[in-house]
């Protein structure tokens, strides 16, 4: 499918590193708009939304700011845990939160007033959100900060299930989030449980296996600018 024949796919070069940039904010920044449904759907955010959401509201500051400030503290833990960090998990970090804000800006979906109906503009959100995490990825430059961290914490407590693993790290940030004012609810429950099937059911679609992904180090990124800088 998407990229699996192209030259660009395994960034040896700068043109094949800057086009898959590209294609990384772009569908981060559609993801974003998937995230605004959910939230529009006004019947409890996802787990990291509570986060997000919670702080907005508990210090007065945009959605937006509060996921970049989220992401980067996550993404700090990745990089303290030594786990491969690549230039996408930087733009994950910036453009969803900010497409969030445009969104709301915009007004382009007004909230939910029943369950019925929050619960299909929740799934929707899911499933646009399932397949821009196909094509972010397809970019090969790195997972999420949230997505490495799970990982990082799997290593590291290798007697439990990641599936455990990840349950309880959505708690937490749900908790949290609950604690500072965040929206939970029974679309909580459905993004916690539902967005994997999703994500997993969007992936047959396209005959995608994101474990043969090679997801690209910023460091090799760096070095391919320098190769063709010093050729």
Same mark, same amino acid.
């Not at 939160?97 to 800006?105: I, Q």
């Given at each position: 499918?998407?990229?699996?024949?192209?030259?660009?796919?395994?960034?040896?070069?700068?043109?094949?590193?800057? %086009?898959?940039? $590209?294609? *990384?904010?772009?569908?981060?920044?559609?993801?974003?708009?998937?995230?605004?449904?959910?939230?529009?759907?006004?019947?409890?955010?996802?787990?990291?939304?509570? $986060?997000?959401?919670? #702080?907005? +509201?508990?210090?007065?500051?945009?959605?937006?700011?509060?996921?970049? *400030?989220?992401? &980067? $503290?996550?993404?700090? =833990?990745?990089?303290? #845990?030594?786990?491969?960090?690549?230039?996408?998990?930087?733009? /994950? *970090?910036?453009?969803?939160? +900010?497409?969030? /804000?445009? !969104?709301?800006?915009?007004? @382009?979906?007004?909230?939910?007033?029943?369950?019925?109906?929050?619960? !299909?503009?929740?799934?929707?959100? #899911?499933?646009?959100?399932?397949?821009?995490? &196909?094509?972010?990825?397809?970019?090969?430059?790195?997972?999420?900060?949230? /997505?490495?961290?799970?990982?990082?914490?799997?290593?590291?407590?290798?007697? @439990?299930?990641?599936?455990?693993?990840?349950?309880?790290? #959505?708690?937490?940030?749900? !908790?949290?989030?609950?604690?500072?004012?965040?929206?939970?609810? =029974?679309?909580? $429950?459905?993004?916690?449980?539902?967005?994997?099937?999703?994500?997993?059911?969007?992936?047959?679609?396209?005959?995608?296996?994101?474990?043969?992904?090679?997801?690209?180090?910023?460091?090799?990124?760096?070095?391919? !600018?320098? /190769?063709?800088?010093? %050729?």
């Amino acid at each position: 499918m998407l990229y699996r024949n192209s030259r660009f796919k395994e960034n040896q070069s700068g043109r094949a590193i800057i %086009a898959n940039m $590209l294609l *990384a904010a772009i569908s981060l920044f559609i993801n974003g708009f998937g995230i605004y449904l959910t939230i529009q759907a006004n019947i409890g955010a996802g787990p990291w939304d509570v $986060l997000n959401l919670g #702080l907005s +509201k508990s210090l007065g500051i945009l959605y937006g700011t509060a996921s970049i *400030a989220v992401s &980067y $503290l996550i993404l700090g =833990i990745d990089i303290v #845990l030594k786990e491969p960090i690549g230039i996408a998990m930087f733009i /994950d *970090a910036f453009v969803v939160g +900010k497409a969030v /804000d445009f !969104f709301n800006r915009m007004h @382009v979906i007004p909230s939910c007033d029943s369950t019925i109906k929050g619960i !299909f503009v929740m799934i929707i959100g #899911l499933v646009i959100m399932a397949y821009t995490q &196909y094509t972010y990825m397809c970019a090969s430059l790195g997972c999420g900060p949230r /997505d490495t961290l799970l990982v990082a914490l799997a290593k590291r407590f290798r007697r @439990v299930p990641i599936g455990a693993v990840s349950i309880g790290l #959505l708690s937490l940030a749900t !908790f949290i989030g609950w604690i500072l004012g965040g929206p939970v609810g =029974i679309g909580t $429950l459905i993004c916690a449980f539902g967005a994997g099937p999703i994500m997993q059911m969007a992936f047959m679609t396209v005959g995608f296996d994101a474990t043969n992904v090679h997801h690209q180090h910023m460091a090799e990124s760096v070095r391919v !600018f320098m /190769d063709r800088k010093t %050729a």
